[in-house]
């Protein structure tokens, strides 16, 4: 699910990027914060970091002692990504093996969604493997309907796992 999320970050700014001109400052400050934005992939509380959306406020800045920095508190609005249990997605199928496929949904590319929670269909090994049943066929490339069974947050990764089911009415290949 997308949702629009307020935030407030602290930019550093080094001395070089100061001058008396406003401009050239706020340029610094926007291009610091757009930095900042882009190198954090996701938080736990609000999921992916997708794109900045408006920058409300920039307060005032405060100078480091030791080095010179000095510090804008700035407070802007983004779009994020998260999903949530009891919710239906739809993935491309980007790897499939015996117990499962990998789906690709939005920024997420660890959704799981094993051969146990795709009731009627079967495997069917070779150079291209698929799961297949009586009316339809899972394979590589192909979009799937699913409800998200549940979703866990890797620290270390800085990545959101998801399993996921086909188990409802409209879900499954699209």
Not at 64 to 88: L, M
Request: overall charge neutral; charged content about 25%.
């Amino acid at each position: 699910m997308f949702l629009q999320s307020k935030l407030s970050w602290n930019v550093i700014i080094p001395p070089e990027n100061l001058d008396s001109n406003g401009i050239a400052l706020q340029k610094a400050i926007v291009v610091r914060l757009m930095d900042d934005f882009a190198t954090k992939k996701a938080t736990k509380d609000l999921g992916y970091l997708l794109a900045i959306t408006t920058l409300d406020k920039v307060g005032e800045g405060k100078i480091r002692e030791r080095s010179g920095d000095v510090i804008f508190p700035v407070d802007f609005t983004c779009i994020t990504f998260k999903v949530f249990k009891g919710e239906v997605l739809e993935g491309t199928v980007h790897k499939i093996f015996k117990h499962g496929v990998f789906l690709r949904t939005g920024p997420m590319d660890k959704v799981y969604l094993s051969h146990q929670k795709m009731p009627d269909y079967r495997y069917v090994p070779g150079e291209n493997p698929i799961f297949i049943s009586e009316t339809s066929k899972i394979e590589k490339g192909v979009t799937v309907r699913y409800v998200v069974i549940g979703e866990k947050y890797v620290e270390a990764e800085g990545d959101f796992q998801a399993v996921v089911g086909l188990d409802g009415d409209f879900l499954g290949p699209v």
